[in-house]
């Protein structure tokens, strides 16, 4: 036989139609299912559960209790806007924001990345203990040196502020 009269792998009739009407059925589900998170995710359907897992991921992490008011998310945009956020560590707040506003990059999320495009900051207040090995409050998670797991890494093209107030004491020079 030539090259030109071989067979085809799968031969033209019933089975040919079948797999066609499989691919486009696959097709319009994935997109459905698309549809519908994009659905969700917009009109804060999500945002509960969105809500719990930011705070367990939070938690689990770097030990920090979170608490904010609205979160908002719009998929099309790659933004979510959380109002009136608070972390605490421990028992101390260590930063509050009257409005955080993240842009997200799509791409590094696919591969476990988490990269911001742009961060802007309404009303951001933070308090930051000094002593004598550095910043005493900060979390593990967010600390200069050797941590217990994985280190926290997020990549942040540009970070603004408004309103911004920062207090950090220092510590009472010895004598």
């Given at each position: 036989?030539?090259p030109?009269?071989e ?14 009407r499989?691919a ?7 997109l459905?299912?698309l549809?519908?998170l994009?659905w969700?995710?917009?009109t804060?359907r ?10 367990g991921?939070?938690a ?5 209790a ?16 959380l109002?009136?956020l608070?972390l605490?560590?421990g ?30 900051l ?6 930051l ?10 979390p593990?998670?967010m ?7 994985p ?6 093209q ?18």
């Amino acid at each position: 036989m030539s090259p030109a009269q071989e067979q085809p792998l799968i031969r033209r009739g019933p089975v040919r139609k079948w797999l066609k009407r499989l691919a486009v059925w696959l097709s319009a589900l994935v997109l459905g299912a698309l549809g519908v998170l994009v659905w969700a995710l917009e009109t804060g359907r999500a945002a509960d559960f969105l809500r719990e897992e930011i705070r367990g991921q939070l938690a689990d992490a770097c030990g920090l209790a979170t608490q904010f008011d609205a979160l908002k998310i719009e998929v099309l945009e790659r933004q979510i806007s959380l109002s009136d956020l608070e972390l605490h560590h421990g028992q101390r707040r260590l930063l509050s924001v009257q409005k955080a506003t993240a842009k997200i990059r799509i791409l590094p999320l696919l591969y476990g990345r988490v990269q911001l495009q742009s961060v802007l900051l309404e009303g951001p207040s933070a308090r930051l203990a000094l002593g004598s090995q550095g910043v005493e409050n900060l979390p593990a998670c967010m600390a200069a040196g050797d941590t217990e797991g994985p280190a926290l890494t997020i990549g942040l093209q540009e970070l603004r502020m408004d309103d911004a107030a920062l207090e950090l004491p220092l510590p009472a020079a010895r004598r």
